[in-house]
């Protein structure tokens, strides 16, 4: 297969695209702007492969997108590149609105063009596979108000109802690549995956966060009490899993994507101290470093994946625990911390974001 994939200089696009040619015969066109949280430095052990091309294009462009389809004739899409940040989304939600829904309007339709010209066959086996998140459906009931809350898991039929201008704009994106099915007949699929961990996650985001702030011996910062809850997947493991789905899954179908493992906030930032304290012991302790901080505008409080259709139908499963892939995390973030340092440009210092209200 030819696989074009959007947003594979990003976290999950690079290691989507690691996967790939590490793993697979096919070869892949990454799409990519390089936003801030783009970078090349991710793909450094794939990049000489012949089957590796890079595009330095905006999925708001229809003019380079068209070129793109008709240059590569891609078998399938795989749309990774959003704006991710519900801290950045606060501040300024105009970007998320641009990206995430002109930019996937605009994907679709350069796509349904490029689509409708195919032959009979490639028509058939073509597939566009829109990569979203749990948080499109809001949150669910927490431990401190209900008893069995494993009773209390999305599936695919879970509602929509986000909370941020992020998950409201991917919600939104959903529903387009859901309606360019059903309109115009394009083979598509969506995925919902729960909250990532891994290497070469962008430093605003709790886990590589904590571990520098961390290492630097500054405040460990934890949203309200700490006790939102999220299910944790580790960043390899999903990315099996969407080459699954891409290669493996049924036209007009959802798949929720989950790593079974629920954490509240604070026990993940404890973990990391209890890691640190392991791999990079000093003389502090590196709990003594929680500062609990004012919460998050409309901070969703409960996510939770049910990931038994993926399991079901495609026999997919996380192979990482949260132990070890949070060992694995914190291990690779103290082997390139020089990574970090390049990524994180003169705008951001690992700043508190999102306190506009």
Known sequence: MKILITGGAGFIGSAVIRHIISNTQDTVINLD???????????????????????HIDI???????????????????????????????????????????????LLEATRQYWSQLDALKQQNFRFHHISTDEVYGDLPHPSDFDNTQEYLFTEQTSYAPSSPYSASKASSDHLVRAWQRTYGLPTLVTNCSNNYGPYHFPEKLIPLVILNALEGKPLPIYGKGDQIRDWLYVEDHARALYTVVTQGAVGQTYNIGGHNEKT??????????????????????????????????????????????????NWVPEESFESGLRKTVQWYLENQAWCRRVQDGSYQRQRLGVSQ
């Not at 519900?86 to 609105?97: N, T």
């Not at 392991?278 to 994946?305: C, F, K, Q, S, W």
């Open 60 to 106: 708001c462009n229809a003019v380079e997108l068209n070129r793109v389809f008709t240059q590569y004739q891609p078998d399938a899409v795989m749309h990774l590149a959003a704006e991710s940040h519900v801290d950045r989304s606060i501040d300024g939600p105009a970007e998320f609105i641009q990206t995430n829904i002109i930019g996937t309007y605009t």
């Open 33 to 55: 702007k390089l936003t801030y949280a783009g970078n090349l430095e991710s793909l450094l052990e794939v990049s000489s492969s012949a089957r590796y091309s890079f595009e």
């Open 265 to 314: 906030n604070l026990e993940v930032v404890q973990s990391i101290c209890q890691l640190l304290n392991e791999l990079a012991p000093n003389n502090a302790n590196y709990m003594g470093l929680i500062t609990h901080v004012t919460d998050r505008p409309g901070h969703d409080r409960r996510y939770a994946i049910d990931a038994s259709k993926i399991k079901r139908d495609l």
